[in-house]
């Protein structure tokens, strides 16, 4: 291997690691683009050493060392930083996942462009792009109501227990869907909700709050996106 394959293919393990962070960048997750640059990069030169440090050993008659064993390591390694993104927020909400496989999916073009699979390592990262970006928004468009919502988290103090199917049935009829609640009784007598609301995805949270601020029995209000 001479020095201007090695620049071409650290070159665009570079290019190609740079648009999986860029993306990931422009939506505030935690991989940025300095991580997605060093994954992809180191991942295509490990892949490159491993090869050539298989095939630069003295020639015997049988080759006793795996061409890919130093870039099947990678992939273990990886997993490492993949677990460190994913997160459980206080709403029991999980986050991080995707993130987590970009992680992955940058690690693997760094490793196909290492082994010299240019137009492979090309059109993986293409359909990668397609598959985070495009297919959502168009699933917005034309699949089923539920890719058009978002699920917020909702806590209530109700005055009295008889209150709370009435609030219930209220939150219903402003088109909001309840997905999950929990009852707790405070020591006032008063009693707290959490609820796990879907709302339409161009509906703001705070007319969600101002909503259900203003309803009768409901004495305090708290509203999180998820």
């Known amino acids: 291997m001479d020095y ?108 196909a462009v290492g082994a010299g699979f240019y137009i492979e390592a090309i059109f993986g990262m293409c359909f990668l792009m397609i598959s985070v970006e ?19 988290a909702v806590k209530l103090v109700v005055r009295n227990m008889d209150n709370i199917p009435t609030v219930i049935e209220e939150i219903k009829e402003m088109d909001i869907k309840v997905k999950n609640m929990k009852l707790k009784t405070l020591e006032n007598g008063s009693h707290y909700l959490h609820l796990k609301l879907s709302i339409d995805q161009k509906r703001h949270t705070a007319d969600v709050y101002y909503a259900l601020q203003h309803l009768e029995s409901v004495q305090q209000t708290e509203v999180e996106s998820m």
């Open 134 to 152: 495009l297919i959502p928004l168009t699933m917005k468009f034309i699949g089923p109501r539920s890719f058009r919502q978002r699920d917020i």
């Open 4 to 111: 201007a394959d090695l620049l071409i293919k650290l070159g665009l393990s570079a290019i190609l690691g740079f648009a999986i962070g860029l993306e990931r960048e422009l939506k505030r997750k935690p991989l940025g683009l300095k991580t997605c640059l060093v994954i992809s990069i180191i991942s295509c030169l490990l892949t490159i050493v491993s090869i050539k440090a298989a095939y630069n050993l003295p020639h015997t008659d049988h080759m006793n060392m795996d061409p890919l064993r130093l870039a099947a390591q990678i992939v273990s390694g990886i997993g490492f930083l993949g677990a460190g993104v994913i997160l459980r927020r206080g709403n029991d909400s999980i986050a991080g996942l995707t993130t987590a496989a970009m992680i992955w999916g940058a690690s693997g073009i760094g490793i």
